[in-house]
């Protein structure tokens, strides 16, 4: 009698075959475009987009984003060397070593945490960050320049060990989350240490290059991601990236602090319907 029941390969979970592959490529190429332009943060696309296109559930949806920003957070900091941007190494040194370590904590974290508060959270950091780059593209005079004094950022025994808890923080909640950390580690460059918003952007990509590999294995051991719509959105946000990186190096500071903010007010509104609605549902 035939086995085929006990030789056939598992079939994959509901969530991973529920869901169509052309929106999901189409949504991985914008979302590596504005992961280039503002330095990361493609998951504000990737989230939704695979809350729209698939059946997954929301934890599994931050962890597929998190796999795809390996392919937004590669391409991004190649073209952003390549293309002449400048990288800030001292201040990323301890961004990536916090935010590798991030990066495994994230996972565990959001394995616990409510569907409701995730998008609550997401919500409040859209609003956070929006505000401020509006309020610095606007030239208004309120948080001007940065709040670590120079003269304590041009010290390595006090920007190292700082940089390094800042990435810590940034890099759980790029882990957990999946929004590939650009924004909030772009503004915690500008608004703590003062960098260029240009600067800061590649080097916020560098930064999660070792965060995403660390999240997506954490993510995939303990079942909250999917290998398929990851690798799709990974693959299909690289040539968007780069498309993003050289439009980011092309536009002026305050026209990019712009974009940067209206694009997470942008997302803060859509999130927040989002969480009005499924708490009416």
Not at 120 to 146: F, Q
Request: charged share 10%.
């Amino acid at each position: 009698m035939a086995r085929s029941d006990a030789t056939s390969t598992p079939a994959p979970p509901r969530d991973d075959r529920d869901g169509r592959a052309v929106p999901v490529g189409v949504i991985g190429l914008v979302g590596g475009v504005v992961g280039g332009l503002i330095g990361g943060g493609s998951g504000v696309l990737f989230v939704p987009a695979l809350d729209r296109f698939t059946t997954m559930t929301r934890a599994r949806i931050h962890g597929s984003s998190t796999i795809a920003n390996i392919g937004v957070c590669v391409a991004g900091a190649a073209a952003y060397a390549v293309g002449g941007g400048a990288l800030d190494l001292r201040t990323g040194a301890g961004l990536i070593v916090g935010g590798t370590l991030g990066g495994w904590v994230g996972p565990k974290l959001l394995a616990r945490a409510p569907e409701t508060l995730l998008r609550a959270l997401l919500v409040a950091i859209l609003v956070l960050t929006a505000a401020k780059l509006l309020v610095d593209a606007l030239g208004l005079p309120l948080l001007a320049g940065a709040i670590v004094p120079a003269s304590l950022v041009g010290d390595p025994w006090f920007l190292y060990p700082t940089a390094t808890v800042v990435g810590l923080v940034i890099g759980a909640w790029a882990g957990a989350m999946g929004l590939g950390g650009g924004l909030l580690a772009v503004p915690a460059m500008v608004l703590l240490f003062g960098t260029d918003l240009h600067v800061a952007a590649g080097t916020s990509l560098l930064m999660f290059i070792p965060n995403s590999i660390v999240g997506t294995v954490v993510h995939l051991r303990q079942g909250t991601a999917s290998g398929r719509w990851g690798t799709v959105l990974a693959v299909t946000a690289a040539p968007g990236t780069v498309a993003g990186a050289v439009l980011g190096l092309s536009l002026d500071a305050v026209v990019l602090g712009l974009v940067f903010g209206t694009f997470a007010t942008a997302m803060a509104v859509r999130e927040t319907a989002g969480l009005i609605r499924r708490r009416r549902g």
